[in-house]
């Protein structure tokens, strides 16, 4: 987890190879649902259009069937990202007598967010479209930190610096985060 540009996806697929599980990663699912003309994608496709939320309940659908791919475990990318999902991930964790080992927050200050963002060069990466973002990061994934830091599952990781480096943080705070369970 973490704000926008905090590197989630990249860690995610690097954490995800590094111990050999699956990336799950619930935009994608979504648009490659999307992509599938099934009744699920006709739910899909007008949210994608519009650019809103779509529900929890179909997110979860589709993050859980991917769960079940892989036995050995997953990497989550910037999945719950509010309390609605955290409680339906809560649910479906608990159906399938599984428990999170870590929640991984990467963090990174506002300036550093914005650098990363305006130098991807996308259309949607401007200042204020940025700042909101981050606002709503904070509004809607706060409560999720404060939730899983409650539970003791959280790890905060500082986002700065290259990948690999921060990789290796990840990695370490994971091992640190399992060894207490």
Do not use: W
């Amino acid at each position: 987890m973490g704000p926008p540009g905090s590197g989630k996806t990249t860690q995610s697929e690097l954490i995800g190879k590094r111990l050999g599980i699956l990336h799950i990663y619930p935009g994608r699912l979504l648009r490659q649902e999307a992509d599938t003309g099934s009744p699920l994608a006709s739910k899909i496709q007008p949210h994608l259009d519009a650019g809103t939320m779509v529900s929890a309940d179909i997110v979860l659908q589709l993050v859980e069937r991917e769960m079940a791919r892989s036995p050995e475990g997953y990497a989550l990318d910037g999945f719950p990202r509010d309390m609605e999902q955290a409680i339906k991930l809560e649910e479906v964790l608990h159906k399938r007598s599984e428990e999170l080992d870590a929640v991984v927050n990467l963090e990174l200050d506002e300036d550093e967010i914005h650098r990363r963002l305006l130098a991807r060069g996308r259309p949607d990466d401007k200042p204020e479209i940025i700042s909101r973002r981050i606002e709503l990061f904070h509004c809607e994934t706060d409560p999720v930190l404060q939730f899983y830091d409650r539970r003791g599952v959280l790890v905060s990781v500082s986002g700065r610096g290259p990948a690999e480096q921060v990789t290796e943080r990840v990695l370490s705070a994971i091992v640190s985060q399992v060894q207490l369970l």
